[in-house]
């Protein structure tokens, strides 16, 4: 099949589901249309079809046709999957030969983790005369946060800058429903264990995509990091990593030896660079570089900076709300958010610049716990706009001298 033509076909499979097409109508006819056609040749159609101005929105639709080639139940789909478990074997040996702490390696065994939770809730889910065990196991799911954050900051942001742009389009975007979905029923649950039986059937289409997430990490995403990254842009993935919770009881403590004595010489000449005894002059003052590192340091609130070019220049990640990994640094802040949020970040700073307002203000739970964020225009004394500063505090403690 033609590169052109695969981008018509996908296009077709589209129309049909926007019409109202029931999807397992549509997904037979992809796995006939695909079967011998290998993920990445879909996900470049898909990059095509971008190009041609189709929404990522739209395009999501597309993930659970994806799900034909590896999770299929009839026959036709078994087929398929078993031809496509082969081929992706084939075409990325490379995941297997990969060293026990490399981050491609955790991300694995953290999916291994989540496989055994998502049989086990499905076992449990088919015992219909009591749903209190499954409510109680149902919450280790949102470990899953966790491992979506990895790949949705650490990963997608480099394959974007190399022009693979499908990942953080498309797939961020169905991570986002999927935990939506997975808030929603997580409290659902927590609320009353019996509303298992009323929600069973939304819980189990919500596993069955967290599983096919799974699989499609596997033959799509991690294969295509390996064959586009490089070895330093590894080590930074390492050294980030770290930054970021696991999925329990996944061990992610195993070292990789390379990437630790790279991090160790980047530390070193980041030491020597540093000038511990120069002072910052201000106004009302003046601190070391090391009084002040250390003065931010007890700040309980993350801190990030945008320029005026809308680049990420600065952050303090001392609140631990959001992980904020160090290769975001220097990066356009549109490559750090879902696709459904960016035009709302574009017109919010196209407002600071031009000073229709100069701040707003977004409160919400996150896990559970009240978070404020703040969103500051900076100007200068001139009022020159010099870029956003960006604050999120859990205000949890606060709270609870108020009750």
């Known amino acids: 099949m033609m590169k052109e033509t695969k981008k018509e076909v996908l296009r077709g499979y589209l129309d049909r589901l926007q019409q109202g097409e029931e999807l397992a109508s549509v997904r037979r006819d992809f796995v006939r249309s695909f079967v011998d056609v290998q993920p990445e040749e879909i996900m470049e159609a898909e990059q095509s079809l971008l190009r041609d101005g189709v929404a990522p929105q739209k395009l999501q639709k597309l993930c659970d046709l994806h799900s034909a080639l590896f999770c299929g139940s009839s026959e036709e789909e078994i087929a398929a999957q078993r031809a496509a478990t082969e081929r992706a074997a084939q075409a990325a040996p490379e995941l297997d030969g990969l060293p026990e702490g490399h981050p491609i390696s955790i991300l694995r065994r953290e999916n291994e983790v989540l496989e055994q939770q998502l049989t086990a809730l499905f076992r449990l889910l088919g015992k219909k005369e009591d749903g209190t065990a499954f409510a109680a196991a149902f919450p280790r799911l949102n470990a899953l946060r966790a491992h979506y954050a990895k790949k949705e900051e650490l990963l997608m942001p480099i394959l974007y800058r190399y022009g693979v742009t499908g990942p953080s389009e498309v797939m961020w975007g169905v991570d986002d429903e999927i935990k939506k979905e997975l808030g929603v029923l997580t409290k659902a649950l927590k609320e009353d264990a019996e509303n298992v039986v009323i929600y069973r059937g939304r819980l189990h289409d919500l596993m069955t995509r967290i599983r096919e997430m799974m699989v499609k990490e596997e033959r799509i995403l991690f294969p295509l990091t390996v064959r586009y990254f490089t070895q330093e842009e590894w080590y930074a993935v390492y050294r980030d990593d770290k930054e970021f919770a696991a999925v329990p009881p996944a061990d992610t403590q195993l070292k990789w030896e ?91 700073l196209a407002d600071f610049k031009a000073k229709k307002r100069d701040h707003m203000v977004v409160w919400r739970r996150i896990m559970g716990k009240p978070i404020g964020v703040r969103y500051q225009a900076v100007y200068g004394e001139d009022g020159t706009y010099l870029g956003t500063v960006e604050f999120v505090q859990d205000f949890t403690e606060a709270l609870a001298h108020f009750a």
């Open 258 to 348: 390379e990437a630790e004595t790279w991090c160790a010489e980047q530390q070193e000449a980041l030491a020597r660079e540093e000038i511990f005894g120069g002072k910052v002059q201000l106004e009302t003052g003046e601190l070391t570089v090391r009084q002040l590192r250390a003065l931010l340091a007890l700040f309980p609130v993350d801190i990030t900076f945008i320029d005026e070019d809308d680049v990420l220049r600065y952050f303090l990640n001392e609140g631990k709300i959001f992980a904020r990994p160090r290769s975001a640094l220097g990066r356009k802040v549109y490559e750090c958010h879902p696709p459904q949020i960016i035009p709302v970040v574009r017109q919010m």
